[in-house]
C-alpha cells in the first residue's frame, strides 16, 4: 500500500512524504520537497557584503544563522577569520554568541509547544498534557510570554527581530554597555524561573529529578483514573515539567522503537568559538556509527541523482560546485532537497548529533544531561524517535546554562572594540560553519573584485531529508521511516511523529500554486523570487 502524506503539518515551510506499508511496515519511503529554493543564483554577481543581508531571508526563524553563517564565509574569505569565526575581536565573538544562544532558548520551545506537542497533546489521544493543547493550553499560553520577551532579547541586541542588522561584516554595530547587560539579565531571570524554576546562578538541571519523579507519579495516577491532566508545582519549572511530562507520554507511547536509523551516521560542524582561545564550547564530529571521527568540511558533496537538478553542476566537493541548474521533471528525481553527503556518506543532523559529538569528544555528563537517553533508548548514541526528542530539551537546559555564563562574562567587554574595517573588491574563496537549532549549516562563497561569483548554502534539513543519492543510499528521514510500524494506514500517526521528531525546516523555498490545484513550469529570475 502506497500512502502519500502532503503536506506535513506543523513544519517550518511545506514537506511531503511517499510511503510505501507492507504487513504493518513501512518498507520504502520518499522525503519530498516540492518548492523550490534559489537564493545561490539571486546572490551571483552581487556585492558580497549583500550576502548576510539576503541569505537570512532564507529562514524567519533562524533569520540570524543564515546572517551568521554568511559572514562568517564572507570574513573567511577576506581572510579575517577561520571558518568557525575564530580570530574577530573578542566582544564581536560574545556577542555573536548571545545572539545564537538567546536563539537557541528561543527555538526549542517553540518546537515542543507549536510543532510536536500536540501529537502528545491531551486533545487528539487523552493523554493528560491539556498544557500542550493547541492554542488553548496553560502551557501554549505561558511560553508565548516567553518567546515575546526572549524575542524583545534579541531585539535589544539586533535593532529588531526577525532580520536583526547589527551582525555585520567585520564584526558588530553596536558596543556592549552596562544598560544592555542590565536588561538582557533581567530578561534572562524572568524566563528561567518560568522554564526551569531556579533564578540566575542555579543549574538549569536544578530541579530535573523532583521534576521527573513528580512526573511519573502523576502518570500512574491519570492511568489509575485518580486524575485527569498533567499539572506542574508551584516552582519546579513549567516548561520543564511539560517537556519531561511530554518525553514520558512518548516514551509510553513506544517512540523510543519508532523512528529509528539502525545504521546511522551523524555530523555536527560545531561552533560557539570561546572569545579568547577560539576553542569551540560545541566540538564538531563525525559520528561513523561506532566512533567519532575528525569533522573536514572538504569532504561534504552534494548528491543529485534524484532530484530536480541537472547532473553536471557536481564537482565532488560543495566549496567548487555551481550553483544548481533547476531541471523540473528529470526522469527518476522526485524532490527539489538535495543529497548532501559527508565522505559519501548521508548524515543525520540536528541537537542529537551536537549531543553525541559532546558525549564522545568532550563530556558524558554534559552530553548525555541525566543520561535520559541511555535510560530511556538504551544508549546515548542511538538514533530514535524519542532520542531526538530528548536530545532537543537536554540542549535547551545546557544552553540555558552557557547563556547565564556568558551574559556574566559580557562585563569584560563592556566598552571594547566590537569591529575591524572589512576589505573592499577582495577576491577569495570562504566557508562559514556553524549550528542552527535544526543542525549543522554551512555557506560557501567566492569572490572576485568584491563581487559574488559562487555560493552554496547547505542547510540542516537538506541533510535531514535528502534523497537518495547515486549510491542507492537513503537519506536520515527516509531511513528512519523505514522499518517504522504503521498501525492504522488510515491514520499513519508514527510516520508524522517521526517527521516531527528531525523539527524539519523547508521555509527557505519558494511555492507557487493555485488555488484550483493547476500546475505550471515557470522560468523563474531574481526579481519574481
Known sequence: MEITIDPVTRLEGHH??????????????????????????????????????ITQRICGVCHNDHRLASLFAIENASGMADEWNVGMPPAATAFRNLVTTLQYVYDHPVWVYVLVGPDFSDSPHKTGLTRLN??????????????????KAMAIIGGK????????????????????????????????????GVGIGQPAATNAEYVLD??????????????????????????????????????????????VWEDSKMLA?????DPESGELYFPSGFFNGSELENMDYRKISEDVTYSWYKDETQTGYVGTDLPPEPYYGKSGA?????????????AEVGPLPRLVALYLKKSKELGDPLGLRKTFCGSATASTALSRMIARIQEELIMIDYLESLLLQLKEYAGKKTAIEYPKDITGEGVGLREAPRGALGHWVVAEKGKIKRYQAVVPTTWNVSPKDSKGQHGPLESALIGTPVSDPSNPWEVVRTIHSFDLCLACTVHIFTKEGRKYNLTLDACSI
Open 134 to 151: 493547541p492554542i488553548v493550553g496553560k502551557g501554549v499560553k505561558e511560553a508565548v510570554w516567553a518567546q515575546k520577551e526572549l524575542h
Open 16 to 53: 511531503g512524504v511517499k510511503i510505501n506499508v507492507e504487513d504493518g511496515v513501512v518498507t520504502d519511503a520518499k522525503a519530498l520537497a516540492l518548492m523550490f529554493r534559489g537564493f545561490e543564483r539571486i546572490l551571483i554577481g552581487r556585492d558580497i557584503r549583500d550576502a548576510p543581508i
Open 214 to 259: 513528580e512526573v511519573l507519579k502523576q502518570m500512574e495516577e491519570i492511568k489509575a483514573g485518580k486524575r485527569d491532566a498533567f499539572e506542574p508545582k508551584e516552582g519546579m519549572g513549567n516548561a520543564l515539567f511539560d517537556m519531561v511530562a511530554m518525553i514520558a507520554v512518548a516514551h509510553d507511547m513506544g517512540l523510543n522503537e519508532q523512528g
Open 334 to 346: 522526485y524532490t527539489w532537497g538535495k543529497a548532501p553527503r559527508y565522505d559519501g556518506w548521508p
Open 161 to 196: 527581530v526577525p532580520h536583526m542588522m547589527t551582525p555585520a561584516p567585520g564584526g558588530m554595530t553596536l558596543e556592549i554597555d552596562e544598560k544592555i547587560i542590565t536588561q538582557l539579565v533581567g530578561i534572562v531571570a524572568d524566563v528561567k524561573k518560568w522554564a526551569v
Open 269 to 273: 560542524y560545531g561552533f560557539l568559538p
